[in-house]
């Protein structure tokens, strides 16, 4: 089945800073999406990306969908202790809707 | 508040014990999920409903785990003789079929404890 591994595990950052995490799969990817869990919360969904070398941005997020549509990756600019929290990619199964998380990239910044 | 609820937040259960868990979608919604997970790990799919149908199920959920969701509204999630390693936080999600981006609201969990 679909699997997805995220680099880094954990970043810690100065504020201010910039982040990125990675996300790669073994297979071609149909859509990938993007969710956030901050400490002691639920995950809340960022963005969805379906077309190959997609980009999106929203404020200082900015996410990209590769052109073999086999990975990902977030990058925020200039981090805010805000942004602190869990940064999980999650295709998408085109039938039932079922999200495959990978295991996350905990984003730590130090005011 | 019309987001996706969750009852209990928390349960502590002894070993072999049954439990439910209560999930209230955010209304309209037709498509329903619930995930478990454990510190440290992203989510892991469970099983799905579309309306009241159970259309998907894990090969994570063994024959002690039984969900329904009786008229297409709530679900529920139940584990019987529960065991240590069912120890984690069970999330439910809802998601419209309407939506283009199929994006699901998670609720806060039940944070279930073993002992």
């Known amino acids: 089945g679909q699997q997805v591994m995220q680099i880094p595990q954990y970043q810690h950052v100065q504020e201010g800073e910039d982040f990125t995490t990675y996300c790669n799969s073994s297979?071609?990817?149909?859509?990938i999406q993007w969710y956030k869990q901050r400490p002691g919360g639920h995950p809340v969904f960022l963005i969805q990306?379906?077309?190959?070398?997609e980009v999106k941005k929203q404020k200082r997020l900015t996410f990209q969908f590769g052109e073999a549509k086999k990975n990902s990756s977030l990058h925020i600019t200039a981090t805010q202790t805000t942004d602190v929290g869990t940064y999980f990619c999650?295709?998408?199964?085109?039938?039932?809707?079922?999200?495959?998380f990978g295991q996350g990239t905990t984003l730590q910044v130090k005011p | 508040d019309t987001g996706v609820s969750q009852d209990p937040r928390h349960k502590i259960t002894k070993r072999g014990q049954n439990v439910t868990f209560r999930c209230d979608p955010i209304?309209?919604?037709?498509?329903l999920y619930w995930y478990r997970q454990t510190l440290g790990q992203g989510p892991e799919f469970l099983t799905y409903?579309?309306?009241?149908?159970?259309?998907?199920k894990s090969r994570l959920l063994s024959d002690r785990f039984s969900a329904e969701r009786p008229k297409g509204s709530f679900s529920t999630l139940e584990i019987q003789r529960t065991e240590q390693g069912d120890s984690a936080m069970y999330l439910c999600?809802?998601?419209?079929?309407?939506?283009?981006?199929?994006?699901?609201?998670f609720g806060p969990g039940t944070r279930l404890t073993v002992t």
């Open positions: 409903f579309q309306n009241e149908a159970q259309l998907e």
């Open positions: 209304s309209e919604h037709n498509r």
């Open positions: 297979t071609t990817l149909s859509n």
């Open positions: 990306l379906v077309k190959s070398g």
């Open positions: 999650a295709p998408r199964s085109s039938n039932t809707g079922k999200l495959i």
């Open positions: 999600a809802s998601s419209s079929g309407a939506s283009s981006s199929w994006e699901q609201y």
